[in-house]
């Protein structure tokens, strides 16, 4: 079974990047919409990115706009999340998730049931 692994995760200070990065345990990610989602100590997973199987459209949640950018290289098998100007709180466990089908605007792809494919998260900590 395709297992994705999520890499980046960390501590910084507010104002300081952190770049995640996304690859399937096997086999090639060019046919799946990737996203990013990211929980809060208990809330609900929520949804922060996402990027068309080609890399051409990309969405984003209102509050990351213009700080963070998700990007895919399909020869390299990865997706990435930049994530810029980070403040205490974007602090979360980041997931990411895949699934193969077309993206369908963002309603579409901010929904989590259609993602059959979870990374283990990784923990992203934003300090004041």
């Known amino acids: 079974q395709v297992q994705l692994v999520e890499s980046g995760g960390g501590s910084v200070q507010a104002g300081g990047s952190l770049r995640l990065s996304c690859a399937p345990s096997r086999g090639a990610f060019d046919s799946y919409t990737v996203a990013w989602f990211r929980q809060f100590p208990r809330k609900e997973r929520e949804f922060v990115s996402a990027?068309?199987?080609?890399?051409?459209?990309?969405y984003y949640e209102d509050s990351v706009k213009g700080r963070f950018t998700i990007s895919r290289d399909n020869a390299k098998n990865t997706v990435d999340l930049e994530m810029k100007w980070l403040q205490p709180e974007d602090t979360a466990v980041y997931y990411c998730a895949a699934q193969r089908r077309a993206d369908y605007g963002l309603e579409d792809v901010r929904q989590k049931d259609p993602y059959h494919r979870w990374g283990q998260g990784t923990q992203v900590t934003v300090s004041s």
């Open positions: 990027i068309s199987r080609s890399g051409i459209r990309t």
